[in-house]
């Protein structure tokens, strides 16, 4: 059975950083595209960064103070989220096994953990 497990989330100041790791089990994702969503209460599932054998890829958001990476010795995939902001606040989820053409919508990829928290206070 596949199962994506996220750690790292809490609760951190404006400003502050904070490290989420995805580990996968049941099977090695080190060659499959890689995801990182978020879901605020009352908002839709919003795309935050990917990680692909052709680079990596952030929301509009994000970009510049999140960094996605690869572990492959680990088999983990980790979210540097760094300059936190309060609308960071939300659920982060780790996603699998998406197309590389659709790595930016949720409904792409087949595998999902449980998401962790991250709360972050003004």
């Known amino acids: 059975q596949v199962q994506l497990a996220e750690s790292g989330g809490g609760l951190v100041q404006a400003g502050g950083s904070l490290r989420l790791s995805c580990a996968p089990s049941?099977?090695?994702?080190?060659?499959?595209?890689m995801g990182w969503f978020r879901q605020a209460p009352g908002k839709e599932r919003e795309f935050v960064a990917a990680?692909?054998?052709?680079?990596?890829y952030y929301g509009g958001s994000v970009k510049g103070r999140f960094t996605i990476s690869r572990d492959n010795a680990k088999n983990t995939v980790d979210l540097l989220m760094m300059s936190l902001r309060p609308e960071d606040t939300a659920v982060y989820y780790c996603?699998?096994?998406?197309?590389?053409?659709?790595?930016?919508?949720?409904?792409?990829?087949?595998?999902w953990g449980q998401g962790t928290q991250v709360t972050v206070s003004s």
């Open positions: 049941g099977r090695t994702f080190s060659s499959s595209n």
């Open positions: 990680i692909t054998s052709s680079g990596t």
């Open positions: 996603a699998g096994g998406a197309g590389m053409a659709l790595i930016t919508r949720p409904d792409s990829y087949p595998y």
